[in-house]
């Protein structure tokens, strides 16, 4: 039935039944067959007397075999597991990851019903709007430099929306994606170790696409892609792009060794930087970003002693919005 | 049948039947099933004609009532589960942890089948001869202070060995127990986090108590308490006393929020102190190791450039014994 679907690819305007069975060698009645099928996996495939067949609304599926059309990754989203409904693509990942799956293993879902961002915060993530999908990394690595994955997740996410929609979003340290000041996109990493040894390293990415609406208590602070441009987009090139930018800064940081080559590109995105932020950990202070150091943690000034301070990842927070985002 | 049990237990010398049966007002027959019972689960109980019942070799019960009797811990060990076989601890205690299973359970292997140590290396775990397990914790620490845990569980180790033997072992910097030089107990501690936060931590712990024999290979690196000290001693008692002292120190770690109330300890019991070690990470090279941060680490001097560096977990030998430990 692929193979119909192929030709409704290549063709703008409508097929007939027999017209495909001719290319194909095969009866109208198959073709009628293969049509239903592909009706049944989520393709829209229009019907008219005397025209024939046409695949509409095509650049809006989201599947598992549309998802690997085209993607131009060595390893990343190969395989690719493609989930209507799941609890989190993170947790997918971890049992994947646990079985032995290799390293660029992709868990995508339609919908997540449990969808959490850090410190276990519920992520709004219903069907058809956004992108929820975990990557499962394997890098010889040492538990301490994982947190850097984040940051060149942070830079696959901005650059991939930049080359796909032309619109710039900017990365709230560590693992916001900010749009015009409220929050496209967020990433989370999740790990297992041993002290001097990562095992594997989940990397869950969720981005707001072509959400329309957000419920009440998020409208203030989350946007998707279609809010801020008034389009919809693909969200199947989307996803590829972010997979090939991440492949590309990922293979170049275990090359290099550490996150210093991404310092200035992270720098030019991150807008902590200058602004006054609220440090929540053990203690909670007011500081101002100053900088990101080449392991990737934040260095801030504190407003009370004057000292400067390393962050990793603990709680920050931009004044103002500590209480929501 | 317990209840026959704790009269045995009691009793130093032999019992009839018909003694324990008016005690427990049951019949002659009902103590020979009960007896039978407990055989199959393992207790020793000889019987000889005209003097009855007596419990034999009960220091050396391993089971789960076994030794949940006498533990006098508030959390550590709580719940037990006593696996016959099982291919690791640790392993059993991640599933319990993700199926939401509490800080303080144990998992406890007569034989492990697949027993690891440090960065997957095999480790001889034969049933019978020792201490195998894995406990849970839920800390609400950030995953850079969780290294903390295997110096920890190193001194729970050391002191529970001297308070139950009077032998008195040496800790190698970061996981191996040593005693006379050669490796008498090991500790394995794996992680499940996010970046700001740890899920849970698995401090796994092998101590070699009875082996009376190691294969070839192992000969000169591995010891036990047996080989060292010509006595055999309770692995029950043993394993109570390591949770004990675990508990103590880590109630004590908590409350402090760092390792510096240990500091004196560890560095009293840490043998690599003044030694020449040779690092092997990203890059191999010779030091003296010269002291232990406040967070942990090892502060090392560098012989080609005279540099000191703190090591992280990464992979410390001393010289001499880095092929085989």
């Keep these: 039935m692929y ?41 829209e495939i229009e ?12 650049d809006t599926m ?8 085209g993607l131009r990754t060595q390893k990343m989203g190969r395989p690719l597991y493609f989930y209507p409904e799941t609890d989190t693509t993170n947790h997918r990942i971890r049992e ?10 992709l ?31 394997r890098p010889n690595i040492v538990p301490a430099e994982a947190s850097v994955l984040t940051l060149l997740a942070g830079i696959a996410l901005t650059e991939a929306v930049q080359d796909v929609t032309g619109l710039s979003p900017a990365i709230k340290w560590p693992n916001d994606i900010l749009l015009n000041g409220k929050k496209l996109a967020g990433i989370l990493t999740e790990m297992d170790c041993e002290m001097s040894q990562v095992h594997f390293i989940v990397s869950g990415m969720g981005i707001n696409v072509n959400t329309a609406e957000f419920p009440e208590e998020l409208r203030d602070i989350a946007t998707s892609l279609y809010l801020e441009s ?18 590309g800064l990922y293979h170049e940081f275990l090359q290099a060794g550490s996150f210093s080559p991404f310092l200035e590109r992270y720098r030019a995105k991150c807008l902590n930087l200058g602004k006054e932020v609220r440090v929540i950990g053990r203690e909670t202070f007011l500081a101002t970003a100053l ?7 934040l260095v801030v000034k504190r407003q009370d002693t004057g000292k400067e301070e390393i962050i990793f990842s603990g709680e920050v927070s931009i004044r103002g919005e500590e209480q929501r985002i």
């Design 96 to 105: 994947l990851a646990l079985e032995g799956a290799p390293e660029g293993t």
């Design 230 to 247: 008034g389009r919809t987009f693909s969200r199947r090139q989307l996803l590829q792009r972010v997979l090939e930018c991440f492949e």
């Design 107 to 137: 868990a995508v879902a339609e919908k997540q019903t449990a969808g959490r961002g850090r410190l276990g915060r519920h992520w709004e993530a219903p069907a058809g709007t956004g992108i929820w999908m975990s990557l499962l990394l």
């Design 47 to 58: 019907a008219v007397t005397n025209k024939g067949y046409r695949l509409t609304a095509y």
């Design 291 to 297: 900088d990101i150091t080449p392991s990737g943690e």
């Design 3 to 43: 193979r119909i679907l192929d030709i409704l690819k290549e063709e703008k305007g409508y097929l007939s039944g027999e017209a495909i069975g001719k290319r194909l060698e095969i009866s109208r009645a198959a073709v009628w067959k293969g049509i239903q099928r592909l009706r049944k996996e989520g393709y």
């Design 62 to 69: 989201y599947n598992q075999r549309e998802l690997e059309t």
